[in-house]
């Protein structure tokens, strides 16, 4: 039996589209949320994920599966301008690799920053 290609990409198409929605609404609530974050700029990137917020991770993850690789440079300025410096390799590296746009790589290390105090700190 052959696959319908056309209904599969049909599909990853509707997905895709749809991150990138919840993404737009969730980046708004986001960016008010996040101006009255204080982050130091010195901090580890275990140490800004126990500062920020759920919905910052959600947002990075819904930006990584609905646009793959084109999300690097959107969450690179994003990170900036959140004043988040600290996420921004891990985030972009996470975007770049293939086959993780579907993991929700952020959110389990935010799950693992707020489960885990004695984490090791990473540059």
Known sequence: MQPDWNLILRGLILV???ACLLAAILGIWVWRQVQRLQVPAHASFWQTLRLTPLSVVLLLDLLDMGLDIFSAPITWVLLE???LRSL?????SE?????????PIMTL??????TFRRLPPLA
């Open 16 to 18: 895709s589209a749809g």
């Open 81 to 83: 301008r959140m004043g």
């Open 88 to 92: 921004r390799m891990v985030t972009v």
């Open 95 to 103: 975007a770049i690799l293939p086959g993780t746009q579907f993991l």
């Open 109 to 114: 290390a935010w799950l693992a920053a707020r």
